[in-house]
């Protein structure tokens, strides 16, 4: 339903202009020159569509993202379809949350359109495919002149996550997004990669979209928290490999696992794999098939992954693709070594081209397995890849946001 509205609107729209021309040779980075709305510059109102206050790396960024924002004094509100999910704790007091009355995305677009229009915001910002598609619907259902600037945040790999996304309505999605993204007053991607990906195989002008710097992963509490673990004795598990992230096929833990067979009988360790997902039933079987049931373990979620990371001796990712890679940076700030793949987009950029950490080919488990044994053998230089972590915090996506959007 959702993408045959939006087909129709397709039909019949005129063409209208972004309120946002930027210097094409100045497109990556915090420092573009972006044309002011002399309105929205004097009083900015930023609200976010979050899908649901539930979900992964994406939903919790962008409320982490919108918290620093409205530390700034930039009144800042969260729309979504489900305001009690468990990612409402995270929403800082100063965030006012407005429930749109909608039970999915495909049936959400006249109450985005409302909540818009009661609401006012100078900007509307929104992340992943199926609801940036809903939020563009919604705000062309708006005459022209009270629209909201638009700004899309993409937030994967556009190319591959078209076809293996672990959701169908994102999927969907993207058949539609060089549409899309080309008529939003801007488009944030975390990676240098998926902005050239937007550029090259969905249309997308190379003037309408920017790289953020920054992502909001490191909240000040847990920057605070870190600090204090700098001073405390190292309480780490020597063999200790642990994996985090969703239990689905893009994560390729299948892999992990056959790499740490080739592994354990030579290199002392264990792994333990954290989150949840539909590929519990083949991880657990292929790891009985191995053999393994002793030396990896299947944690399920968590809210707190720090509490892993600070005792892992390596942080080990096994993706087929990546929007960034979030829990490369949670690693890198606790000072955990890193191994991963080098899989589009977000490692390379993280982990500077394998300067902070090991980076092996796509679905290789002995090359993963060799890297792994490496890393354990090798000192790590934690206060580097701690250093290395700090432009990830809330806070600077804050300033890098505000500089994008001109709204200091």
């Not at 999910?85 to 677009?109: E, M, N, Y």
């Not at 955990?336 to 589009?344: E, G, K």
Request: hydrophobic share 45%.
């Amino acid at each position: 339903m959702l993408l045959a509205c939006t087909v129709r609107m397709m039909l019949y729209e005129t063409n209208l202009k972004s309120t946002f021309h930027a210097n094409p040779d100045r497109a990556n980075g915090c420092v573009e020159d972006i044309a002011r709305n002399d309105a929205a510059v004097a009083q900015p109102h930023v609200a976010f569509f979050i899908r649901a206050l539930d979900g992964g790396g994406a939903q919790r960024d962008a409320i982490l993202l919108a918290n620093s924002l409205s530390e700034t004094g930039i009144r800042v509100s969260i729309l979504t379809l489900l305001p009690e999910g468990r990612l409402r704790r995270l929403v800082a007091d100063g965030v006012t949350v407005h429930h749109v009355r909608a039970k999915r995305l495909a049936t959400a677009i006249i109450a985005l359109r409302n909540a818009i229009r009661e609401l006012k915001p100078t900007v509307l910002l929104s992340s992943e495919a199926a609801a940036n598609l809903a939020a563009f619907a919604a705000v062309r259902l708006l005459p022209a002149k009270t629209q909201p600037r638009l700004v899309l945040r993409e937030v994967t790999a556009p190319s591959i996550a078209k076809d293996l996304d672990p959701y169908l309505q994102n999927r969907l999605a993207f058949r539609l997004a060089g549409y899309v993204y080309s008529r939003a007053s801007r488009v944030l991607t975390l990676t240098d990669g998926a902005r050239r990906d937007l550029i090259v195989n969905f249309g997308v002008p190379a003037e309408r979209i920017s790289v953020m710097t920054s992502n909001a992963v490191i909240d000040p509490p847990t920057v605070a928290r870190l600090a204090l673990g700098e001073t405390a004795a190292e309480k780490r598990e020597k063999g200790l490999l642990l994996a985090i992230g969703r239990l689905s096929p893009e994560k390729d833990h299948l892999t992990l696992i056959e790499a740490f067979a080739g592994l354990h009988l030579r290199t002392p360790a264990r792994l333990v794999i954290v989150g949840e997902g539909p590929m519990r039933p083949a991880l657990e079987a292929s790891i009985a098939r191995l053999g393994l049931e002793d030396r990896i373990t299947l944690a399920g979620a968590t809210n707190d992954p720090f509490e892993w990371l600070l005792k892992a001796d390596v942080l080990v990712s096994s993706s087929k693709f990546e929007g960034l890679g979030n829990v490369l940076i949670e690693a890198l700030a606790c000072g955990t070594a890193v191994v991963s793949t080098d899989c589009p987009y977000g490692p390379r950029e993280v982990l500077e081209g394998g300067r902070l950490g090991r980076l092996v080919p796509v679905g290789d488990p002995k090359a993963l397995s060799d890297a792994i044994a490496l890393a354990l053998t090798t000192p790590t230089d934690r206060a580097a890849l701690r250093h290395a972590a700090e432009k990830h915090t809330a806070r600077q996506a804050a300033r890098c946001l505000i500089t994008n959007l001109q709204l200091g």
